[in-house]
C-alpha cells in the first residue's frame, strides 16, 4: 500500500480506503464485516469511515465496528488506523437530530464516540453543508470537536466549491485548518472537476473521492443484468434500480473492453483512473466480499494511462 499526503497536512492516508456505509449495519452479517476489516488492514488499508447514520438501522454499523475493533484492534494497534466518524444526515427525532448546528454535531459526535467505544475519532466531518444554519458555527462546532480532543482532525463533505472556499477560510481563521473533503467522484460522477478540486488544491485540504465504482456499477457486476447478491437488487441499498440503465449498461461494456486490454478488471481500472491526479488522497470502496476488497486492492499494480486510452474512455463517458 501507498500512502500519501492529506493535503498539506502530517496526516498520510492509504491510497484505498474502506467505507462502513452498506454491509456493516445490523441487518449484515457480523462475521462478513469483521472478515472485511480484518483483511483490510492486513493489506495496509488504515483508514475507514464511518458516519453516525450508517447501518441500517442508524448507528448499527459504529455498534459493530466497535465489536470489531474490540476483537481485533486492541492496545496500540488503535494508534495504526485512521477512524472516521461524520454528522450532517438525519439521525434522531426532533429538531436537535439532523444538519449542522453545533447542537446537533457536538452530541451526534459524543453519541459516535460511545457507540464504537472510543476516546477519540481522528477526522469529525460536516456531514453536508446546512443552508439553514450559520456557516460558522458548523465550523465552530467542528473547531470545539478537535480543541477538546474528541477529534483529532476536522473535514467537511458535500459541500461544493464556493461554501469549501469559505468553510476552510472560517476553519483557518479558528486555527483549526480543514484537513479533508469526503466528495462523491468517479467515471460517472464529474462534478469536482468543476471548480472543487482547484479550490482543494489551493487550499492544502486532502481530497477522498467516495463511491468510487458508482456504488458498483463500475464493476463487472451489471453487464448481463441485475443479479441477486448485488446492492441494486438489495432493499436496503442506496442503488436505485433506475440507475442501472441501459445507456449507462452501454458504457459500461465499453469501459470493460478498455479495461481488459489492460489486464484490468473494470473496477480496477475505475480506481485507477481516479487516483491518476496527484490531487485524489484516497478512494473510498465499500465491499460485500473479501474477494471484492482484494480485487480493488490490486488496482494499484497499474495506475498508469496511455493518452490514448484516455481518450477512449472520455469518448465513452461522453456518449
Ligand atoms: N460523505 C458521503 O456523503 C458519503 C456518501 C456515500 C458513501 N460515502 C462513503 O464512501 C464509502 C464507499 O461508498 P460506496 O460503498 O458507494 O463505494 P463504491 O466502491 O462505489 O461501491 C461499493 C459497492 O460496489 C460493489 N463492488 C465493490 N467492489 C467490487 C468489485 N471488485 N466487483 C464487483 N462489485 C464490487 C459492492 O456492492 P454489491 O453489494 O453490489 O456487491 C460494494 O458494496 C461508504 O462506505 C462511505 O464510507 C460517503
Known sequence: ?????????????????????????????????????????????????????????PGSAETNFGKILKNNFQGNLRDEIVITTKAGYTMWNGPYGDWGSRKYLLSSLDQSLKRMNLDYV???????FDPETPLEETMMALD???????????????YNAEQTREATEILKRLGTPCLIHQ???SMFVREPEEGLLDVLEEKGVGCIAFSPLAQGLLTDKYLKGIPENSRASNPNGH??????????VQKIIAL????????????QMALAW?????????VLIGASSVGQLNNNID??????????????????LGQ
Not at 470545539?144 to 458535500?158: C, D, E, M, P, T
Not at 442503488?239 to 449507462?248: G, P
Not at 488496482?299 to 465513452?316: P, R, T
Request: a neutral charge; charged letters at 20%.
Open 183 to 185: 466528495v462523491k467522484y
Open 239 to 248: 442503488l436505485q434500480l433506475e440507475e442501472v440503465s441501459e445507456a449507462k
Open 1 to 57: 500500500m501507498k500512502y500519501n499526503r492529506c493535503g498539506k497536512s502530517g496526516l498520510l492516508l492509504p491510497q484505498i480506503s474502506l467505507g462502513l456505509w452498506h454491509n456493516f449495519g445490523s441487518v449484515d452479517s457480523f462475521e462478513n464485516g469483521e472478515n472485511i476489516v480484518k483483511a483490510a488492514f492486513d493489506k495496509g488499508i488504515t483508514h475507514f469511515d464511518l458516519a453516525n447514520n450508517y447501518g441500517p438501522v
Open 256 to 267: 470493460n473492453e478498455i479495461a481488459k486490454g489492460r489486464n484490468q478488471s473494470l473496477a
Open 299 to 316: 488496482s494499484l499494480q497499474n495506475l498508469d494511462f496511455s493518452a490514448a486510452e484516455l481518450l477512449e474512455i472520455e469518448g465513452i
Open 144 to 158: 470545539y470537536a478537535v480543541r477538546s480532543g474528541k477529534a483529532l482532525y476536522a473535514g467537511i463533505s458535500n
Open 274 to 282: 481516479l487516483l491518476k491526479d496527484n490531487r485524489i488522497t484516497s
Open 122 to 128: 481522528d477526522i469529525f466531518y460536516s456531514h453536508r
